[in-house]
């Protein structure tokens, strides 16, 4: 099964997130291509923006759907619950393992365990920090 790569990242001067392929120059500099097209008229002058990103901030999309249909990628939070666990919720952030996409607590976004089409987005590490706390 595919999926489609794309990353965000948050545009260093205005805060605005902004979707599509991830750049990085020789100077560490991290730019998301949003627009790709051509300019009527000049075939061989495509028209590409892209804007700097907050290093930092930079995640990528999971392949998976919050139960809101909300695109999930590296760095949400999201609360889901936990069937292995008496169906305990969990409010956790998303990152990449070198086994898939996980939770915190080490719980698979793909797994048995959790039914991640019920995963609901809450917020993300970067403009909601306060979850995490919330979590410990």
Known sequence: MSREIKFRGKDI???????????????????????MGVIEGEENNPDVIYKEVIKSSVGEFTGLYDKNNKPIYEGDIVKFVNNWLDDSEFTEPVFWDYNGWKTEHNYECEGDFVEF?????????????ELLKEME
């Open 13 to 35: 001067t205005t805060g605005e997130w902004k979707y599509g392929f991830l750049v990085k120059d020789n100077e560490y500099h991290y730019y998301i291509i949003y627009n």
């Open 117 to 129: 089409e019920k995963m609901e987005i809450v917020g993300n590490i970067y403009e909601n920090p």
